[in-house]
């Protein structure tokens, strides 16, 4: 494996070489915030979107702003260039810091952020051979923290869902909470049904996705019908079709619910061509 140049507080870094205290208070606390870029062709997509959305994460959790948010793009481009990385992502994380010793409460404002990134290449990123044939997906209980909207590190239970979609020889899981799909546990989710896409509207419950706000978007210039609402996992079974929208997967088609097949089994339309217009319209406008 190529050694990669890494970011650290500052310093461009080997990744052998990289190192942060074990007083982190994302380490011990789970007390910091991140953003996935991806890159195509070189190239920074949504990079404004991601750059707003963490400054929206650290004021919700009354972060400090670090000084280096004005520098975040001359870093991005620059891990990308360095590693050469072609198709991939850009893994960004802030946290509180490390004041010195383990406390439940805020250290001083004034303590350090760590800020770290690191670039993951993703050959082919674009033309991911899964969304050809789609995803499969099982319902597990949304058992998170209420403030999902928040882009935190606390991603243990994102896992576990990942694990037991795993283990049930499927690709991903979807939370659900009452009764109601509220996201995938890295992705937001959707259905179709009669041509209309259906989403669950923007609130503390679910993440404020980039891509999703892209892809809703798009949808709508392409004058497709879109409705923001809740929808229940009987609803979804009974779709025509369903999809994910993340950073790295773009819009990923959903095959199958909790063993029922959408439609004929096979990525939908609506889903295959809001692939085709994101990537489409993202590489447009990539910096």
């Not at 999902?148 to 979807?174: E, F, H, N, V």
């Amino acid at each position: 494996m190529t050694m990669r140049t890494v970011y650290v507080n500052g310093d461009y870094l080997p990744e052998n070489e990289a190192k942060i205290s074990i007083f982190d208070r994302a380490f011990l606390m789970g007390d910091g915030v991140y953003e996935v870029t991806s890159v195509l062709g070189g190239k920074l997509i949504d990079f404004e979107g991601h750059n707003r959305r963490l400054k929206r994460s650290l004021d919700e959790l009354d972060m400090p702003h670090p000084a280096v948010l004005d520098d975040l793009l001359d870093i991005h481009r620059e891990l990308v260039r360095v590693n050469e990385i072609e198709d991939g992502l850009v893994y960004l994380q802030i946290t509180r810091g490390a004041p010195g010793d383990r406390d439940f409460a805020y250290p001083d404002p004034d303590t350090p952020p760590t800020v770290v990134l690191f670039t993951q290449s993703k050959p082919g990123l674009a033309d991911n051979p899964v969304a050809k044939k789609g995803i499969k997906i099982i319902t597990v209980e949304d058992l998170r923290w209420g403030r999902r909207d928040i882009k935190t590190t606390q991603l243990l239970y994102p896992s576990m869902g990942k694990m037991m979609a795993k283990k049930a020889g499927c690709d991903d899981a979807w939370m659900v909470q009452d009764g109601f799909v509220t996201e995938g546990t890295s992705n937001n989710a959707y259905i179709v049904k009669d041509g209309k896409i259906i989403t669950r509207a923007l609130s503390n419950d679910i993440l404020h996705g980039i891509t999703r706000a892209a892809v809703l978007r798009f949808a709508e210039e392409a004058q497709m019908q879109v409705e923001e609402r809740n929808f229940s996992v009987e609803e979804a079974k009974d779709a025509d079709e369903a999809f994910v929208t993340s950073a790295s997967a773009f819009v990923m088609p959903v095959v199958e619910i909790d063993g029922v097949a959408l439609g004929d089994g096979t990525p939908g339309a609506v889903a295959t061509r809001l692939r085709e217009i994101y990537i489409e319209e993202s590489r447009k406008v990539a910096v």
